[in-house]
């Protein structure tokens, strides 16, 4: 029986890995592809969403087990608790018997072509594949959410922000005034420091 993907409604993401997988932080384990779903709780959408999420879990584990306090890939978002919901998806990046390693979700633009490649930033708004994988441990049960796939509605390209843009530009000392001085260039590869 083959496992059924599943689809979640168009919404944003942030923390997008899904054309490169990220690192994990125990340099043991393998990399990840992953991606935090964002869900406007007040969209009837998103409700709809969530209780679906609710019904494959208890289609999973029953009503009656104890849920791993790790269990539920939704949980309400740090920041606005009470008006977005964040529904995590990830997967590990798999080895194969030749030592190749499989490749992460498909990716597409909002005409189903190929993604581009590009890293796909915060604020961008996406449509998740996905399939369910249930897991019964000591500490309890749960679900996670292993992505598939991802179609790229609305693009916001990733930026890595530079920490000098909140400086201005003061009075003071010039690295560029003290070399046209003739002072010396520490970093200057070949020349000869003056004595």
Known sequence: MATEILYTPLAEVRWAHLVEPRPQMDPEKPLAWSVDLLLPLAEPTS???????????????GSKKRRS????????????????????????????????????????????????????????????AYVIHAWDRPEG?????????????????????????GFAEQEGYSQAEALADGGYDEFASDEEVPF
Do not use: C, M
């Open 69 to 128: 306090d790790k269990g539920e890939p939704w949980k309400p978002d740090k920041e606005q608790p009470a008006q977005l919901q964040v529904v995590k998806f990830k997967a590990q990046q798999l080895t194969r018997r030749d030592g190749s390693q499989a490749p992460g979700p498909r990716l597409i633009d909002a005409r189903k072509q190929p993604w581009n490649g590009a890293a796909i930033g915060n604020g961008s708004r996406l449509v998740i």
């Open 47 to 61: 409700q709809g969403f969530l209780q679906a999420l609710e019904r494959q879990f208890i289609e999973a584990h």
């Open 141 to 165: 049960v749960g679900i996670t959410l292993i992505p598939r796939a991802a179609q790229v509605v609305h693009y916001v390209p990733y930026q890595e922000s530079d920490p000098t843009e």
